[in-house]
């Protein structure tokens, strides 16, 4: 009996031990399946897709948006760092050119692309997109007027309704008055608006889309979004050319986008600052060794400063008989009749940068020990001082034939473009002038009229941010915008309209071919986009170029020395784009 319990215990140990080891066996066929398909879960979450995704996530992410921290004072916001010691090292977010790829750490995450449904096969049940925007005459029809005025506001609508239908959301346009030319309470407003949405919880704005320098106050800043957090914005493309690259590579950081201007906004293109060319009266007074046609002086390369200067330092002449200069009186050089807001041109116009980036990736003024940027700045004053320069004289003066060159914004509006358009002399368009003949190219500045872009930052509320809806709504809009409404607005109505009726074949065609250039060279600089956060820098220059506001100086370097805070909104800008501890 003891023998035959003992054999039977034996033989229950060895079939015991065949399960063990069939159930082993299948683990590690489990283990190495899991990784032939990519690794685990964990695993995948630290690694960047290598090719876009083709099928939806059968589950959607339960983690929450990464709130964006805050600080009692409400003054300046850090963005999320990836250490919470001071002095660490930050992790680098993925690199597709380097072989390695550091693993991101918790709070990088929202950085990392995460796969999602196709744009074009994604269906938001008929959300609503809230679409804040400026509306002051030309500016409101970058989304569409209710009645239509012309065959632009009918092709941006189309585009409305075709978003709408592919994406199927709901667009809602909410207009913010811009009390005229009221900039300052325009400002307040805006500001006044955004902040009761994100601070109460409302959450009815999603897309602030308004005036370019108010956008970007101080104020405004921490109330928008950092479009870089792919969890929050799955859809968002900023490598395709519908998204303005200017302002993306130099007013953003490889962590942090907070705006943004596409082909949606043509804003961008209308307030390109450029000069208008009276032909016909040039060719009146030009003489022995003047260039034969000051278009194709442009076209060749050579239309420089020295040029423009030397007309706008000669040509004067009265034309009514009133002692003293008046604005009807005959004039080289009109300066546009918007105040000395399109003094900033120069500083784009003749690539001073009053910015550069470091190594590290931080900012730095560039103003102290620059000889150009105070050789520039005295070239602007001749300029703008000149015997021949007229600093009110507008679009009424320079279409009457009152003026050879016209400096203004491209499209100042409706109005005053039909009136050029009604000249009875014949005009052409010119870009800004080189700072000299070593110049490359022509840079051309959008005068900060333009519309930025953000996304209300609705993080902290219960609802949270609609990243999702926004993303596409902004991305597909503006691709829609580039193969479409841009492509009109250029080739259906700028070339052929803009021009006027009244000019040669040749002048049209050689303004088309400038115009290519023009907009195809718009540059935005960081100190520019930022001015309004950096203490108002460009203002310090228009000012004084024209006016002496602050006080006399031989030098841009004086007047930059003599404020003092200019270095400390620098390092606060930083901070904010996660450029510094």
Known sequence: MKNTFL???ALMLVVLMLVLTVACNELVDIDEETEREGGSEELKATEKPTEKPTEKPTEKPTEK?????SEDNGDIVDPPNDNDNEGDDKTDPPNDDNDTVIPPSDDDIDFIPVEHTPIEEV????????????DYIDNSREWGKVYPEDNLDEAIIMRNIAVEQDLNINIALEPLPSNGRDYVQYSTNLYNAVSYDVDSGMHYYDISANYGYCSTSLAIRDYA????????????DFSLPCWNQSIINNTS?????????????LSVFDAAMVVWHNKSFYDMYKESGDPENMQTLALEGNWT???????????????NGVAGRQEDDIYALMASNSGPCPRDVFTAAWDLQFVVENNDGTHSFNIVGNDKIDEAFSRARALIGGHGTNNYGGIYNFAAGKAIFYMERFYPGR??????????DEYALLPMPKYDAYQSDYITMAQDYYTLMFVLDHSKSEVGIKGEAVSAFLQY???????????????????????????????????IALFDVIVSNIRFDFSYVYSAQLDNILHLWRDNITNNTYEDADSFEDLFLKKSYFEDSLESVDKWLGLRS
Do not use: C, H
């Open 123 to 134: 269906d938001f049940e008929g959300q609503e997109v809230v679409v804040f925007y400026r």
């Open 225 to 236: 979004a950092n479009l870089r957090k792919a969890r929050i914005f799955p859809y968002f």
């Open 305 to 319: 400063y020295d040029e423009l200067y030397r007309w706008a330092s000669v040509l004067y002449e009265d034309s």
């Open 253 to 265: 950081t490889d962590r942090a986008l907070y705006y943004v201007a596409s082909d949606i906004n």
């Open 477 to 511: 809009a503006s691709e829609i915008s580039s193969t479409g409404v841009r492509n009109y607005y250029f080739n259906s109505i700028i070339k052929p309209k803009f021009f006027g009726y009244n000019n040669s074949e040749a002048t049209v065609t050689k303004s």
């Open 65 to 69: 948006p990464t709130e964006k921290p």
């Open 415 to 424: 109005d005053a473009n039909m009136i050029m358009r009604e000249m009875d």
């Open 7 to 9: 054999r039977v215990v």
